[in-house]
């Protein structure tokens, strides 16, 4: 079992448009997965172009797939529990998809609207048009995305990427923030983890000839991952093409890594400051991306802060600590 330090407590003091089918004039489509037999009955599953996905599917709880156009691009985005249950918007990392949070999703539907969106260039949503992924303009995408739902006040979660994004958000709206979860990531990104993350996009593989060689480079660049975990997220992340599978994310996110390209002007120290809500810091112990000295430094900028930090964990603290972060997660929205 993984221990949990927590290391500070906190002080507390435009136009949308929805893809529904519907819209289409089409019934709906509300795509059921169910972990057995949810009570009151199970929709269909649907069956995705890998022929083991509908078994996997079974693995998880009932969610509906959505998309909205926002700003010209659609988005993708999943939806779990009561849609007027207090909400909770979940944002990936670089590379990931919203079905990476299916097991967060899950833990949470009972007692929340769960939200997880496909960032732009993301898992089904559209690539940017201009290439455009700086951090500020995926932070309006959550706004687009927050106005389009009418949601008026919400808790954001975001890991790496996300985070850094869910930070943009929350401290140039703070009014709308309930309670915010930054998973090892901060304004300032190690320059070790960003070299790590460069070389492992650099040697990423485009394209696979099946789902099983996915699987196994997949098991290389997370160790600590289960198979279940791993055949999710390579069943969900990963498209066909030509007779094989290439990842679900725009190229050109890809190509910036890989080059070094990839580089956010945005300073985003002051919009750390600006966020006024309880806030939770979690870090992975062995994290190379969110240094000590920037965790220093958060905390004490920003009175409403605190740290969790989870032995046995590196970047992905969702994967490899799978449980202590779900605790952690559930423990902190609730309080």
Not at 6 to 21: I, K
Not at 115 to 140: I, K
Not at 241 to 261: E, N, P, Q, T
């Amino acid at each position: 079992m993984a221990r949990v330090r927590e290391e500070r407590e906190a002080s507390r003091p435009e136009g949308a448009q929805h893809l529904d089918d519907e819209e289409r004039g089409r019934e709906p489509e509300r795509r059921h997965e169910p972990v057995a037999r949810a009570s009151g009955g199970s929709g269909p599953v649907r069956v995705g172009h890998h022929a083991d996905r509908s078994r996997f599917l079974l693995q998880f709880g009932i969610h509906h797939d959505r998309s909205l156009a926002l700003h010209g691009q659609r988005f993708h985005y999943t939806e779990w529990g009561d849609p007027t249950a207090p909400a909770v918007v979940l944002l990936h990392g670089i590379t990931g998809h919203a079905r990476t949070w299916d097991d967060e999703a899950r833990a949470l539907a009972a007692r929340y609207r769960v939200l997880a969106l496909d960032q732009r260039g993301h898992g089904d949503s559209d690539p940017a048009p201009d290439g455009d992924y700086t951090v500020t303009t995926m932070a309006a995408d959550l706004a687009a995305f927050a106005d389009a739902l009418r949601l008026r006040h919400f808790s954001v979660v975001g890991l790496s990427m996300g985070g850094r994004v869910a930070i943009a958000f929350a401290g140039s709206q703070p009014e709308r923030v309930e309670r915010l979860i930054v998973v090892d990531i901060g304004p300032d990104i190690a320059p070790g983890g960003r070299l790590r993350v460069g070389a492992m996009m650099a040697q990423t593989p485009e394209r696979f000839d099946d789902l099983e060689t996915a699987i196994a480079w997949a098991r290389t660049a997370n160790p600590r991952y289960t198979d279940t975990m791993l055949r999710h997220r390579v069943v969900h992340g990963t498209r066909p093409v030509d007779g094989g599978l290439v990842w679900k994310y725009d190229r050109a996110i890809r190509d910036a890594v890989r080059s070094g390209r990839w580089r956010d002007p945005a300073d985003l120290w002051p919009l750390w400051s600006a966020i006024a809500c309880p806030t939770l810091v979690v870090r992975g112990a062995e994290s190379d991306v969110l240094a000590p000295e920037t965790v220093k430094r958060m905390l004490a900028t920003n009175p409403h802060a605190r740290l969790v930090e989870v032995d046995g964990a590196g970047h992905t603290v969702p994967g490899d600590q799978p449980a202590a972060f779900r605790r952690i997660l559930v423990e902190f929205l609730a309080a």
